[in-house]
């Protein structure tokens, strides 16, 4: 039995991958914000027989404080990790600030990976197969990293914002592999390609009416979970790797996985992170 951390895991894609590892006889531990969701989701695996292998943590991820809480709750609790699959996103059209000063997309989607991401590895490394997977958007080309103004001070726009972070996330699995690669843990990097999920978010009309189409003609989430699926179950051999639709991609070319950039977002990240 694996035990596979979800964040994100109340809706779509994350929802999918945690009904599936419950059926696979796993356990799961779902983050999310959302108190009313997640004692939903622990309801229907308490009615299939899986109640004792579903968890759920409330935690707003936005929150730098919160993915820390999150990594010291979840290593005391469960000490051994197998998987850890990042999924919270939330769209935003208007640019807003977390509590603690950060832009809301570029916190939610990038710093708790990077936080949960190192945060977890001790717990990860315990396990004898150990894989992280970054569910995000590789394999796309992105405008490089905002170093001047990274929270979008000037110029916000929400896609922007949410392929800003993906890029970030790009660079964040650089990074680890390059740092942890004599680890066991993999890093996989996973675009699901578009998928009929809930888009999290809050959207201009504009916006609404392009997502509604998105989510129509969408994949079903079985589609987008099975690939994540796989590499829970047979992590790839090296520390690194990325996946578009279920097709392996190459981490070479530098204007996708740029390594030097990489390094640099790791320790500007640390810096940020240090005040
Ligand atoms: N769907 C697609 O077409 C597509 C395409 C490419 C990449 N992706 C990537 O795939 C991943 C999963 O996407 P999805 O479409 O399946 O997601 P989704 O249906 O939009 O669900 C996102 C989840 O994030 C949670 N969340 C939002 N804000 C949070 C916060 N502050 N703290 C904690 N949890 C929070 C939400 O739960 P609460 O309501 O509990 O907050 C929700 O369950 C994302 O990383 C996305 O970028 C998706």
């Known amino acids: 039995m694996k035990t596979v951390v979800i964040t994100g ?33 622990l309801a229907e695996a308490e009615k299939r027989g899986a109640g004792e292998r579903a968890h759920f943590v409330a935690a707003d991820l936005s929150l ?45 989607e990038y710093l708790s990976r990077h936080v949960l991401s190192h945060g977890l590895t001790d717990a990860l490394e315990k396990s ?21 103004d990274p929270h979008f001070r000037a110029g916000y726009d929400g896609l922007a914002a949410q392929r800003h ?14 740092r942890n ?11 699901p390609g ?21 989510r129509r003609m969408g994949k079903p989430v079985e589609q987008a979970v099975a690939p994540i699926a796989e590499v829970i179950d047979a992590p790839p051999a090296e520390p690194l790797s990325a996946f578009v639709e279920g097709q392996r991609i190459g981490v070479d070319d530098p204007r996708l996985f740029d390594r030097e950039a990489a390094a640099r977002l790791a320790e500007f990240t640390e810096r940020l992170l240090a005040r």
């Open 64 to 108: 730098v404080g919160e993915s820390r809480r999150v990594v010291g709750e979840l290593t005391e609790t469960f000490g051994a990790l197998d998987a850890l699959v990042l999924c919270a996103r939330f769209f935003r059209s208007a640019r807003a600030e977390t509590a603690e000063g950060y832009e809301s997309t570029f916190a939610l």
């Open 194 to 214: 578009s998928t009929a999920t809930s888009f999290a978010g809050e959207y201009d009309p504009v916006t609404k009416s392009q997502v509604e189409m998105i």
């Open 181 to 191: 690669g004599s680890g066991r843990t993999r890093y996989v990097l996973v675009n």
């Open 165 to 178: 972070a993906g890029m970030a996330n790009d660079l964040l699995g650089v990074a680890y592999a390059a």
């Open 9 to 41: 895991g109340n809706d779509g894609i994350g929802r999918g991958l945690a009904q599936e590892r419950l059926e696979r006889g796993d356990r799961v531990v779902v983050i999310g914000r959302s108190a009313d969701k997640g004692q939903r989701l």
């Open 128 to 148: 004898e197969s150990p894989v992280i997977v970054n569910v995000s958007g590789p394999g796309i080309p992105k405008p490089p990293i905002r170093w001047d």
